[in-house]
């Protein structure tokens, strides 16, 4: 549990949401989702009313939070059908995929989400490179990394000269990762106990994948913010693989030493994630060209806006900095607008700032 809880802890997919407040709703989504899942697996094992109650309680406001929730249902027929020996039921489901229903027509008759340009849904070889993408964010990849990518196996030449050091420490620590998880898998093969193991294994594996579901059939729309319900199954996995192996061992000293060594290593591609994506994520350079412009904007006295405006250079990075009209609005009221324009800055110099 504690090697779980420090894997899933220093992630490298939670990057983005300490930037973006928007994207918070996936964390959130997914503790909401966790805490119905312990609920519902309490149910289960004491047939205790209240549990579902309260299961069902927290997966009702979890549809209002996060997407990623509506997996829920999925998450208990595994378990019920990978893990769980006692009676089965799959009847207390029915309120659960009622309330997803119901929620479904109002979302998409009344509240209809995009669907075109980047939120496209489509079937197509691009699900196998989201795939790709989310496992190589589960063995702490950068998000940036995946874009480098010209083809379903190579890396763009330019950036592996240009960021040599981290793109080889990274491949090195993922060749590391899978040759201690594959030597984990067969030794768990090789135990009497394989069956079990093998049910395991394949219940974390279906977790991960139903967990990601929603956001496999985006055509132009992967980020690894979409990953903290499904790292909580790759998490599973990893300590089966590792952990479990080593108590069959009877050897304390590799008991400590392999999962401390393993977790200092994951640290450490943390760590250097976080050295690598200050240098070239999105996030950081538009978080810093958006304090500079509210800082800007902040102290502008009145006279200083010109029709009921702050003008700001146009540009793609000022406006997502500035989220179109909201900053603006929310710091100096609704009835200031930004006014993006081409030419010499009347207010704040967000277009030309250096980082």
Known sequence: MELLTYRFSFSLAHYPIHYWL??????FGALIALCSFLFYLKFLKENKRSYWYLSFVLFLSGLFVNEVVFTLPLLFIAYQLFLFAGKKALKSLAPLVIAELIFLYLRFGFFAPP????????IGGHIFSNIKGYILWSFN?????R????????????????FSVYYYFFTISLIAFVLVLLAGMILLMLNKDRRTNLTCILFYAVWYLLSLSPVFLFKGHSFSYHMPLATVGFCGLLALLLVKPLQKLNNKLLQTLVPAAFLTVWVLTTNTGIEYNSLIHWEPRR??????????IS???ANALYKDGVYIVLSSENYLALNGQDAVNVLLGSQVKTIYFHG???NCSGSNIQL
Request: net charge negative.
């Open 299 to 301: 102290s502008l006295p």
């Open 22 to 27: 928007a994207s918070f709703s996936f964390l």
């Open 115 to 122: 669907l075109s340009g980047e939120y496209a849904l489509r």
């Open 344 to 346: 010499v800055d009347l």
């Open 141 to 145: 990849w950068p998000e940036d990394l």
């Open 287 to 296: 978080a810093a060209i958006s304090k500079k412009l509210t800082d800007c």
């Open 147 to 162: 874009t480098q990518f010209i083809s379903f196996w190579r890396i763009n030449p330019q950036f592996v000269h240009d």
